[in-house]
T-cell receptor, first 115, second 113 residues
Framework: DAKTTQPPSMDCAEGRAANLPCNHSTISGNEYVYWYRQIHSQGPQYIIHGLKNNETNEMASLIITEDRKSSTLILPHATLRDTAVYYCIVRSPWGGGGGADGLTFGKGTHLIIQP | SAVISQKPSRDICQRGTSLTIQCQVDSQVTMMFWYRQQPGQSLTLIATANQGSEATYESGFVIDKFPISRPNLTFSTLTVSNMSPEDSSIYLC??????????FGSGTQLSVL
C-alpha cells in the first residue's frame, strides 16, 4: 500500500465545514483513496472512496487533485458526533496478490469539533 | 453493509491464560481480517482468514500466539494464547464488501492483569 501523510490533529467549529487533507504522492494508477473514521471505543467506519473523480455521499465529499497526489475529505456541516480519528488510506481494491488485503492504517487525523 | 458481531465486547484476564474472540457476520464473506489496536495506537493487521485455508499472518504475529479458525463463510475466531499484560489491546475483526470497502466489528477490549 502507498503511504499517506495526514496532520495529527485539527479543530473545527460545530456547523462549519471540516476539511481534512491527505497527501499520497506515491499513489499508483490502480490504487483508490479510502477514508475511514474511528469514534472513540468503536471500530473504524467506512466513509467514502474514490479513484480520480470527486465523490459525494450522505456522509462526506472527497476531492482528489488532478495529479492524484493528494485529496481532501469534506464534512460539510460538522457536528460534535464527528469528533473522531480520520484515516486516509490508498490501496487497490483487488489487493497485491490477486485478492483483497487488509488495510494498512497510519496514525490518522484526530478531528475535534468544538461547540 | 454487513453486520458484524464480536464477542466478548470486553474481558479482563489473568496472565498465562487464553481468550477466544468470536466474530459472526450476517452474510457470507470470503475474507475476514483480524486487527489489534494497542492503547493510543492505530490499527495493526494481525492476519487474514480465508475459509478453507490456513490464515495468513503479518510480520510479527505467529499462529502459536494467535491461532485463528475460519470454519465457514460467516464465522471466525481469534485466540490470544498465553496472555501477558502486553496483549492488552482492542481486537477487531473486519470483512470486505465490494469495491475494497472494509467493515468492522465493534471490537473486544482485552485487559490482561
Amino acid at each position: 500500500d502507498a503511504k499517506t501523510t495526514q496532520p495529527p490533529s485539527m479543530d473545527c467549529a460545530e456547523g462549519r465545514a471540516a476539511n481534512l487533507p491527505c497527501n499520497h504522492s506515491t499513489i499508483s494508477g490502480n490504487e483508490y483513496v479510502y477514508w475511514y473514521r474511528q469514534i472513540h471505543s468503536q471500530g473504524p467506519q467506512y466513509i467514502i472512496h474514490g479513484l480520480k473523480n470527486n465523490e459525494t455521499n450522505e456522509m462526506a465529499s472527497l476531492i482528489i487533485t488532478e495529479d492524484r497526489k493528494s485529496s481532501t475529505l469534506i464534512l460539510p456541516h460538522a457536528t460534535l458526533r464527528d469528533t473522531a480519528v480520520y484515516y486516509c488510506i490508498v490501496r487497490s481494491p483487488w489487493g497485491g496478490g490477486g485478492g483483497a488485503d487488509g488495510l494498512t492504517f497510519g496514525k490518522g487525523t484526530h478531528l475535534i469539533i468544538q461547540p | 453493509s454487513a453486520v458484524i458481531s464480536q464477542k466478548p465486547s470486553r474481558d479482563i484476564c489473568q496472565r498465562g491464560t487464553s481468550l477466544t474472540i468470536q466474530c459472526q457476520v450476517d452474510s457470507q464473506v470470503t475474507m475476514m481480517f483480524w486487527y489489534r489496536q494497542q492503547p493510543g495506537q492505530s490499527l495493526t493487521l494481525i492476519a487474514t482468514a480465508n475459509q478453507g485455508s490456513e490464515a495468513t499472518y503479518e510480520s510479527g504475529f505467529v499462529i502459536d500466539k494467535f491461532p485463528i479458525s475460519r470454519p465457514n463463510l460467516t464465522f471466525s475466531t481469534l485466540t490470544v494464547s498465553n496472555m501477558s499484560p502486553e496483549d492488552s489491546s482492542i481486537y477487531l475483526c473486519s470483512v470486505e464488501e465490494g469495491q475494497g470497502k472494509l467493515f468492522f466489528g465493534s471490537g473486544t477490549q482485552l485487559s490482561v492483569l
